[in-house]
């Protein structure tokens, strides 16, 4: 590849063995020296991208995660609608948050690990894609959970831009989407089981 040039690869992957996408997000994700830029509609990691971010993290990789609020989950139902049970899932997911960043707070509190909740009027954030370094962008629908991970045919471009060109656009994208989010300075911002409706605290207690 030539300074003129930006590598483009396409990306497929279904099911646990010799997934291809699955390897090369786990490679992306080592390889990272600088920085990691994540973006998930729900906080699920499989085990597998939860040890590489840990490892990211250990390495003195300036880890960033952006993942909608509870109220822009697709799933979620307003207090004051009927309740159903799948209506639960965007409150497990954020017990999943609070659980990573009460054990990651020193990695917050050091900036080394920021965190990003998205909400932005009633619109829902489905918005799914890894940058590592400024130089490799995945832009996928892979929504990095146990499900895309190991049962949804799921694809992605892995853009590799080693000359930079895409550096200014790039950010200004980072931008953009950082534009309606909070950041997440400690765990404790982020709501308290105890504090949800009653028919949520009955199912995550069975969680």
């Excluded at 960033?64 to 965007?90: M, Q, R, S, W």
Aim: glycine share 4%.
């Amino acid at each position: 590849m030539n300074e003129g040039q930006v590598a483009v690869t396409p990306l497929v992957g279904l099911g646990r063995r010799r997934n291809r996408l699955n390897q090369s997000i786990i490679q992306l994700l080592a390889s990272a020296k600088d920085e990691v830029f994540i973006c998930t509609p729900y906080f699920n990691f499989p085990p597998s991208i939860a040890k590489e971010v840990k490892k990211a993290l250990r390495r003195g990789v300036k880890v960033h995660i952006v993942i909608g609020d509870k109220t822009a989950n697709d799933f979620y139902i307003a207090p004051e609608e009927p309740f159903k049970t799948i209506g639960g899932l965007p409150y497990l997911y954020e017990l999943n948050l609070r659980r990573f960043a009460k054990a990651n707070e020193a990695h917050i509190a050091s900036r080394k690990l920021s965190i990003h909740l998205w909400k932005h009027e009633n619109h829902s954030f489905h918005l799914k894609g890894i940058w590592v370094d400024k130089r490799y962008m995945l832009i996928t629908g892979n929504n990095l959970n146990p499900r895309a991970w190991k049962l949804d045919l799921e694809n992605a471009i892995l853009i590799r831009d080693d000359y930079h060109h895409l550096t200014t656009k790039f950010e200004a994208e980072i931008d953009n989407i950082l534009q309606h989010t909070q950041l997440i300075c400690t765990y404790k911002q982020i709501e308290k089981p105890e504090h949800y409706p009653e028919k949520v605290q009955r199912l995550v207690t069975m969680h």
